[in-house]
């Protein structure tokens, strides 16, 4: 129901768009949020969405670099990445919070992408 796509290799300082395709059910869910996972580590917050209203949150090691945006007519949310830097690297996930829960933005999602890699050279 989550199709991620846009991840890929560039160099410190670049950018790169990701892309997360929701199904039209999916778009009908109160919000969306992208994650980021490395090696070893637990999977990190990274920016999330309101279909309604468009309000976003940011972590605060992406914020004034990332944008994250959606389309409801494409049921498509989008993650901007600007500067990027090599600590960014990562597998990027999105995610779906059906109803709102008590743990967003940060927590509380019901379904998840297969994940895109992103890679940033130093």
């Known amino acids: 129901q989550l199709v991620e796509s846009g991840g890929g290799l560039v160099q410190a300082g670049g950018s790169l768009r990701l892309s997360c395709a929701a199904s039209?059910?999916?778009?009908?869910?109160?919000?969306m949020g992208w994650f980021r996972q490395t090696p070893g580590k637990e999977r990190e917050f990274v920016a999330a969405?309101?279909?309604?209203?468009?309000?976003?949150y940011y972590a605060d090691s992406v914020k004034g670099r990332f944008t994250i945006s959606r389309d409801n007519a494409k049921n498509t949310v989008y993650l901007q990445m600007n500067s990027l830097k090599p600590e960014d690297t990562a597998v990027y996930y999105c995610?779906?919070?059906?109803?709102?829960?008590?743990?967003?933005?940060?927590?509380?999602?019901?379904?998840w992408g297969q994940g895109t890699q992103v890679t940033v050279s130093s």
């Open positions: 995610a779906a919070q059906w109803g709102y829960s008590g743990s967003y933005p940060r927590g509380g999602y019901d379904y």
């Open positions: 039209a059910r999916t778009g009908s869910s109160f919000a």
């Open positions: 969405i309101k279909w309604s209203g468009g309000s976003t």
